[in-house]
């Protein structure tokens, strides 16, 4: 009788020996997990730190190239404008020297 008691006590101490090398190896695991969330998340926040000030400025920069760009844009048109007007006055003012050199050939 005793052996057997002996025996179950052997047991149970040899099944709570697996359990706690198995459990001090998944507190081991989870220790590296946290540590290479914690590398993960300060790279992270590192990277990242500055990249709402870098939006913003962004944004503001480029408003204010679409602020300039409308002005340009307006620069352009008016430029446009004046190109066809001259155009314009280029081909009148040929008209008025063709006819002008063909009466002066007719009249010759």
């Not at 057997?4 to 359990?19: A, D, E, K, Q």
């Not at 220790?31 to 503001?60: C, D, F």
């Not at 008025?96 to 050199?101: E, P």
């Amino acid at each position: 009788m005793v052996i057997v008691v002996v025996v179950i006590n052997i047991s149970i101490s040899l099944t709570l020996f697996y359990v706690a090398r198995r459990l001090w190896q998944f507190k081991k695991r989870l220790v590296r997990i946290a540590n290479i969330l914690m590398i993960a998340e300060r790279s992270t926040h590192n990277v990242l730190y500055g990249a709402p000030e870098a939006i913003y400025l962004s944004q503001r920069n480029i408003n204010n190239l679409r602020e300039g760009n409308q002005s340009l844009q307006l620069q352009i048109q008016q430029i446009r404008q004046l190109a066809g007007v001259l155009a314009f006055a280029q081909r009148v003012w040929l008209r008025n020297f063709i006819r002008l050199q063909s009466k002066a050939l007719k009249k010759k």
